[in-house]
Nanobody
Framework: QVQLVESGGGLVQVGDSLRLSCAIA??????????LDWFRQAPGKEREFVAG????????VYANSVKGRFAISRDTAEKTVHLQMNSLKPEDTAVYYC???????????????WGKGTLVTVSS
């Protein structure tokens, strides 16, 4: 059984920073081949991949739209994943979801467990 709980969303101004966190509760271990991913969904749009990190090796993958602005990290002891978001833009406004990706493919279709999401609003 897996539970993912996101936190850290809020209302910010253009250019501001925000740090999202995803707390992971899982019965059993988190396998090194799994990845913990961040996705986002803006109103009227499909859910899209933002960033992901492989649990074992710490390999990081980013969507082109956030490269250089967002940074994903993990704390294996605390079983948390963070998303540091800098230089925020209005187009970053969305509900951000944490997902457990048991295939490590960094795709919506690979996610087996989702958190409830946290809203990020970037105001101009």
């Amino acid at each position: 059984q897996v539970q993912l709980v996101e936190s850290g969303g809020g209302l910010v101004q253009v250019g501001d920073s925000l740090r999202l966190s995803c707390a992971i509760a899982v019965s059993g271990r988190i396998f090194s081949s799994w990845s913990l991913d961040w996705f986002r969904q803006a109103p009227g749009k499909e859910r899209e991949f933002v960033a992901g990190i492989r649990w074992g090796a710490g390999t990081k993958v980013y969507a082109n739209s956030v490269k250089g602005r967002f940074a994903i990290s993990r704390d294996t002891a605390e079983k948390t994943v963070h998303l540091q978001m800098n230089s925020l833009k209005p187009e970053d406004t969305a509900v951000y979801y944490c997902g457990l990706d048991r295939r490590g493919d960094f795709a919506v279709s690979s996610v087996s467990d989702w958190g409830k999401g946290t809203l990020v609003t970037v105001s101009s």
